[in-house]
């Protein structure tokens, strides 16, 4: 691409970083901005630094959150006693969606990976192990991704707590084999939470 400004060729340049986008499609919307009001890219930078400084990781259960514990883990309503073990805060927002789960959640940053170099200690597990030891969790939901990834980080916590002697289950495939969370429309995630099936069950299938 041959610009005629060396201004437009950065902003080009740091728009097309983001996932998705190429260079054609970061012009496009490097000029759309050039067109509106200038409080309009003002707004945008603002609202992106905001988030990339302010934004927090709540301490209880690893979601993003504005607050140190946040509005799930916050609200008295919620039961602390049943935890549901997601990937990332997609698989939260996915399952809230839902309105069918009344429990808390757990978010572990990822799952096990060993082509991707992604080992236990990296994901948020050793802190589920520690609030499974505290005896606050009564009941695990295991809400994975059913890829071999997820299959495997679910056997791997559920070898760690297993002595524990909670209710664990994991949500119910009527999300195909292989989807991720996210993808999947509300009624059939909703129903998988509802008609969970016991986790020993799971591996024995
Ligand atoms: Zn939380």
Redesign the pocket.
């Known amino acids: 691409m041959d610009f005629s400004s060396k201004l437009l060729e950065n902003a080009v340049n740091e728009v097309s970083r983001l996932p998705g986008i190429g260079k054609r499609t970061a012009l496009r919307l490097v000029l759309y901005l050039l067109r509106q009001p200038a409080e309009h890219t003002q707004y945008l930078s603002e609202a992106l630094l905001h988030f990339r400084n302010d934004v927090k990781t ?1 301490e ?2 690893h ?1 993003i ?1 504005d607050t140190t ?2 509005e ?2 916050n609200n008295s309503k919620r039961n602390p006693e049943i935890v549901c073990v997601v990937e990332d805060i997609r698989d939260v927002m996915a399952i809230e969606s839902t309105a069918q789960f009344n429990g ?2 757990h978010v572990l940053g990822g799952k096990i990976s060993p082509i991707e170099g992604i080992g236990p200690q990296k994901l948020q597990i050793d802190s589920l192990v520690e609030k499974v030891e505290k005896g606050v969790v009564k009941e695990i939901i295991f809400a994975l991704s059913s890829t071999m990834e997820g299959d495997t980080t679910n056997f791997y916590i559920f070898k760690q707590i297993e002595k524990y002697k909670l209710i664990t289950s994991t949500i119910a495939r009527g999300i195909s084999v292989g989807d991720e969370l996210e993808y999947a429309d509300e009624v059939t995630l909703g129903r998988s939470i509802v008609n969970r099936i016991p986790f020993e069950q799971s591996i024995k299938s």
């Open positions: 709540c209880n259960c979601n959150s514990l946040c799930i883990c808390v959640y």
